[in-house]
């Protein structure tokens, strides 16, 4: 029987059965969340959480105090040889003697704690939230390139430190838009520079939130004229504190100022309009939105992706349409509603997916080809081993056959 006890990430110790996370899943550093923790790299990126862990004590290989204080001694460990806690561990390491080197130790915590983020983002492909049908390997590959560059680029990591230490969500979110980003930029064939770059700026894009008061970052609710006048200032403050650094990729400065701009001129700090807006601040814009909606906070609950799909489709001016449909197949997902076009020359319309769906749903009801409606067929795409795919989309002023009513094809439960 499971005998759960909640701790503060800063007690857990090595050989504690790690049961789950409070909050939510997206917020913890791991992809899995029962296991026994014996790894010091998996205690160190535990340390990073803030949140309280949920310890199962009956499986862990340590003893619980009946304290207050969980203090948990490893029983079977050989303390002689393996540091048995974190603490112990880092009471072992040299304390820095130069600022050279402290600078140096700072860059490894946090090239580790980036690339532990950066793991926990890969863990989650296999969830609707970041998509379907990438594929892993070459996300992993990325995700180890961008965590190099930024062992090498010693600013971007500080930055990156900062934010984290600022503020969990910013940070998070920044991780993912940084993963959405790169996923975006091999979807539409970019070179591998341009990839990478892509992705660091996704990283950095909202630095300039570490001079906005948290009250304001996290005030459920709407804010006033003055706190919204405020918040509108992260993306000049990043270019500033990214512009210190002379090496920052031009891209990633570009980013950082522009994804906050509206395809209909309606955006901040410039209003550009259209294609004013350079491609990596529209892929920007998009990622951003796509994962702030998708994300859990204090004071809204997560959107599911299909339905935050839906409402950045329906919202007009917002965005660059024809790259959010590009965005839609880099993570061959689509709202229910929408109209597609297929690579068989057919339309069809997207038909919704029970939760957990993993393949897209579809009603088949016109032929371009033959100049026909065709009677409506249901047709469940698989990502890679398709015999058809999703290749365009219709407005739907623009069907040439009646649209078959949505609520006649309810929901399926697709489990893998
Ligand atoms: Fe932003
Ligand atoms: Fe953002």
Redesign the pocket.
């Known amino acids: 029987m499971a005998a759960l006890r909640t701790v503060p990430a800063a007690e857990v110790r090595l050989g504690m059965f790690i049961h789950g996370f409070e909050g939510s899943w997206w917020e913890h550093p791991f992809w899995r969340t029962r296991f026994l923790l014996t790894e010091t790299e998996d205690l160190q990126k535990l340390r990073a959480f803030r949140g309280g862990v949920i310890i199962d004590v009956a499986r862990s290989q340590a003893t619980a105090s009946d304290g207050d204080t969980p203090a948990i001694a490893v029983r079977d460990g050989n303390e002689a040889d393996a540091p048995a806690t974190w603490s112990a561990a880092r009471a072992k390491r040299p304390l820095p003697e130069s600022p050279a080197a402290r600078f140096s130790a700072d860059q490894a915590e946090a090239a580790a704690l980036v690339a532990g983020a950066l793991d926990t983002v890969r863990g989650t492909f296999d969830d609707v939230r970041l998509g379907r049908a990438v594929a892993h390997e070459k996300v992993a590959a990325l995700v180890d390139d961008i965590a190099g560059q930024l062992d090498r680029n010693a600013s971007a990591l500080l930055r990156v430190l900062q934010l984290k230490s600022k503020h969990q969500y910013?940070y998070l979110?920044?991780v993912a838009?940084c993963t959405l980003m790169v996923n975006l930029a091999r979807h539409l064939a970019m070179d591998e520079e341009a990839v990478r770059t892509l992705g660091l700026a996704g990283l950095l894009?909202?630095v300039g939130k570490v001079a906005i008061p948290d009250a304001v970052l996290d005030k459920p609710g709407r804010l006033s004229a003055e706190e919204f006048a405020l918040v509108r200032t992260h993306p000049e403050e990043g270019v500033a504190l990214l512009r210190e650094d002379g090496a920052m990729p031009a891209l990633a400065v570009e980013v950082c100022l522009h994804?906050h701009e509206r395809w209909d001129g309606n955006g901040y700090p410039h209003g550009l309009k259209a294609d004013d807006i350079s491609l990596p601040a529209r892929m920007g814009a998009i990622c951003?939105v796509y994962?702030?909606l998708t994300s859990h906070r204090a004071y809204k609950r997560a959107w599911l992706p299909a339905q935050a799909l839906g409402a950045m489709w329906s919202w007009d001016g917002h965005f660059d349409r024809e790259l959010l449909f590009q965005f839609m197949r880099s993570i061959n997902l689509y709202p229910p509603g929408m109209l597609v076009r297929l690579a068989s020359d057919r339309l069809a319309l997207v038909l919704e997916n029970g939760e957990r769906a993993t393949r897209t749903r579809l009603l088949v009801f016109h032929s371009f080809a033959e100049g026909a409606a065709l009677p409506p067929r249901t047709l469940v795409l698989s990502a890679g081993t398709a015999d058809d795919k999703v290749v365009g989309f219709v407005r739907p002023e623009e069907a040439p056959s009646a649209i078959p009513a949505l609520d006649l094809y309810p929901p399926v439960a697709v489990t893998n």
């Open positions: 910013t979110h920044s838009v894009h909202d994804h951003d994962d702030a």
